[in-house]
């Protein structure tokens, strides 16, 4: 693994906990990421190297980034993963944040490097983060599932233990690979209304800080956060609010999440179009639904008439 270090402060950490978020497939509306730039931001975090090079990464899927000011070339940026720490006020141990683009080429050697990267940093625990796109109502609690090493621990983690099975991302491989090599390590799971997918989603990572925080008895600054929630829920109910076949699919969602209440979490691969006592939910075109939110939360969105053709 190409680790570039630009600070000795990797030789000082102390029992570091790692939390890890990569952009792309697992990470629906950057939430993932988008927790992690929060607390970086708020904890002040300290870059101490960086994880990059032409052996991980696919320039013509993660394209390089060029800056220009007034017609002179300033700089090429190169798709990287970062690895910075940062101390909590009132807790007990560093905490390393491993955020940027999942790894597109040789992911068993990039897994595997990467265990032993935890291993000389000596880190007590890992918490992988992980967003996903699902059949749930942005009007209720945003579900949440986990996996970890061992039954007791899933069963303190206070979500809904995730019994998934299919394609998977980094986030799944490194579960793994870090459960097999003795390494503490968790993942959890947001769950994202699959008709408002573009980022940011501001509901998940509250939900994701919320869990961060209440787990790992970390103090996270999230007041700012909440007032985004409310905004962006006030936005989408605007948007939900101008469509009829909209408006009855969410109230849909919410009947089903409403009658699998108590249970925590949702299935990541949830049979879509159809509710769970059988009965047929409103078909909607999801694609055509994102985009209209889209425009609709970018304000541009036109006059209702115009798209009637009235």
């Not at 007990?92 to 897994?111: I, N, Q, S, T, Y």
Request: aromatic content about 8%; glycine content about 10%; hydrophobic content about 40%.
């Amino acid at each position: 693994m190409t680790v570039e270090w630009t600070s000795e402060g990797h030789l000082h950490v102390e029992d570091p906990v790692m939390l890890v978020a990569f952009e792309g497939w697992n990470d629906a509306a950057d939430v993932a990421t988008g927790t992690l730039e929060h607390l970086a931001l708020n904890w002040e975090a300290r870059e101490i190297a960086e994880i990059g090079g032409d052996d991980f990464f696919d320039y013509l899927d993660q394209r390089p980034i060029v800056r220009h000011s007034g017609g002179v070339s300033r700089s090429v940026e190169w798709p990287r993963i970062v690895v910075s720490v940062c101390r909590p006020d009132g807790f007990a141990h560093d905490v390393l944040l491993v955020r940027g683009p999942e790894p597109a080429l040789r992911w068993r050697r990039f897994a595997a490097e990467f265990v032993d990267l935890v291993d000389t940093l000596e880190v007590s625990q890992v918490v992988l983060l992980g967003a996903y796109l699902a059949d749930v109502p942005h009007t209720r609690p945003v579900p949440l599932t986990g996996a970890a090493f061992n039954r007791q621990r899933v069963g303190g983690m206070d979500v809904e233990g995730s019994d998934y099975e299919g394609p998977t991302g980094m986030t799944g491989v490194l579960q793994q690979l870090l459960t097999e090599a003795g390494v503490p390590a968790l993942s959890l799971w947001a769950g994202v209304p699959h008709y408002v997918a573009s980022p940011p989603n501001p509901r998940g990572t509250e939900a994701m800080l919320s869990w961060l925080s209440e787990q790992l008895g970390m103090a996270v600054p999230i007041d700012m956060l909440r007032a985004q929630s409310r905004t962006w829920t006030e936005k989408v109910d605007a948007a939900a609010g101008e469509d009829e076949d909209l408006s009855d699919y969410i109230r849909s969602l919410e009947e089903r999440v409403d009658e699998a209440a108590p249970d925590i979490g949702v299935d990541p691969e949830p049979d879509r179009g159809r509710a769970s006592d059988g009965e047929t939910m409103p078909l909607v075109d999801g694609d055509a639904i994102a985009a209209e939110f889209e425009k609709f939360l970018r304000g541009d969105r036109g006059e209702r008439g115009d798209q009637d053709g009235g």
